[in-house]
């Protein structure tokens, strides 16, 4: 009987446990279950939060930077700036040797001025010849009524010597009669060829204006010269065009320098972000719409920021080798478009942001 009793009293705490183990999980899985579906919920309000938020992290800084060359060739005879030096607009960045353009100058207003006296030289003889011609006119037809009276008088005096009897004249006589009136039949012939040559009063007036059109192109080429030189002398002297940091300087004092070779880059302080957005990420985007940006380079700056513009073409279209899509196997592939974003405030004047660093812009749709 002692056994019998034994055993079911072991039976019964073999009961008891479960239960109380089973007690003493419960608060356990509870915990767990109200922590999961905390972090859930938590996870589903972010997602309900940020589900209008767009970033990438393929987004550089972009600005305006600008190739400083000569017009013209010569050595350096001045070097006025260093690398990454801030300039202003009209500061003096280097200056090119200009002796022979000088000289090339006082050669060019050398030759300007004779082109103006011969130009004054023609606008006298034009007013001389509106004088001259009519006046040569007047005379050629002078001369021809003078020759046809001579050719007159010498004609009676032939006829005469021819008429009267041979015994009342000479042979002489009668020659010298008929040379007359040869020689007053040729002057009669010169005096017209002379008024035919007078006759084109206006041609040859036109003909000397003509001269002072000449002489006035002569000189405008003249003036052009003398502006491309005194070009030419101011061009030795390169100055900054807008304000910004010298870049890549590619020149030192002494050097030969060629017209079009690049010698300075001058980054402008206005920057702004290129972010390429995959196409799938602009569909609820618009210009204007808020973005706020963070630079890997200055984590503690909050730059703040509005899309500015979205490119009209993926950047795929405008690279060196564009796709064709048309051979071959096709294979989609998630195109990106670039997009502009305008810094509004946030930057620090003590940190300018260099061209090319690396962004994270966070754009709201919504």
Not at 14 to 25: F, G, I, S, T, V
Not at 64 to 93: E, M, W
Not at 153 to 170: C, G, L, N, V, Y
Request: hydrophobic content about 40%; glycine content about 6%; aromatic content about 8%.
């Amino acid at each position: 009987m002692p056994e019998i009793m034994q055993k079911e009293s072991q039976n019964l705490e073999n009961q008891q446990k479960p239960n109380e183990d089973k007690k003493k999980l419960t608060p356990k899985i509870i915990f767990i279950a109200l922590f999961c579906a905390v972090l859930v919920v938590l996870a589903g309000l972010y997602w309900w939060l940020t589900r209008n938020d767009i970033s990438t992290d393929d987004a550089f800084t972009a600005g305006r930077a600008i190739n400083i060359a000569p017009h013209v060739s010569g050595y350096v005879t001045d070097l006025c700036v260093n690398d990454n030096q801030f300039v202003h607009k009209g500061d003096v960045l280097l200056r090119i040797d200009s002796r022979d353009y000088d000289a090339a100058y006082l050669q060019a207003v050398g030759d300007l001025e004779k082109a103006r006296g011969q130009y004054a030289s023609a606008q006298y003889l034009f007013e001389v010849a509106k004088k001259n011609y009519p006046g040569n006119l007047k005379v050629a037809q002078g001369e021809l009524e003078i020759a046809k009276a001579n050719a007159f008088k010498a004609k009676t005096e032939f006829d005469r010597q021819h008429r009267i009897s041979r015994p009342a004249t000479t042979q002489q006589a009668i020659d010298y009669a008929t040379a007359a009136y040869n020689q007053a039949k040729a002057e009669i012939a010169k005096a017209e060829g002379n008024l035919m040559i007078a006759q084109p009063v206006q041609a040859n007036i036109g003909n000397s204006g003509s001269q002072i059109r000449q002489q006035e192109g002569i000189m405008n080429a003249a003036l052009a010269k003398v502006k491309q030189a005194q070009l030419n002398v101011e061009w030795t002297t390169l100055t900054a065009p807008h304000d910004g940091w010298i870049a890549k300087r590619n020149v030192e004092q002494g050097n030969f320098v060629t017209t079009g070779q690049s010698l300075i880059a001058i980054v402008e302080p206005e920057t702004w972000v290129i972010a390429n957005y995959k196409e799938t990420q602009i569909t609820h985007m618009r210009p204007g719409q808020k973005v706020k940006i963070s630079v890997d380079a200055y984590p503690f700056l909050n730059l703040e920021g509005h899309v500015d513009s979205l490119q009209a073409a993926t950047g795929a279209v405008f690279s060196a080798f564009p796709p064709e899509n048309a051979t071959g196997n096709y294979v989609k592939i998630v195109q990106r478009v670039p997009v502009k974003i305008v810094i509004d405030k946030g930057l620090d004047p003590n940190l300018p942001l260099a061209l090319g660093l690396s962004v994270v812009p966070t754009v709201y749709t919504k």
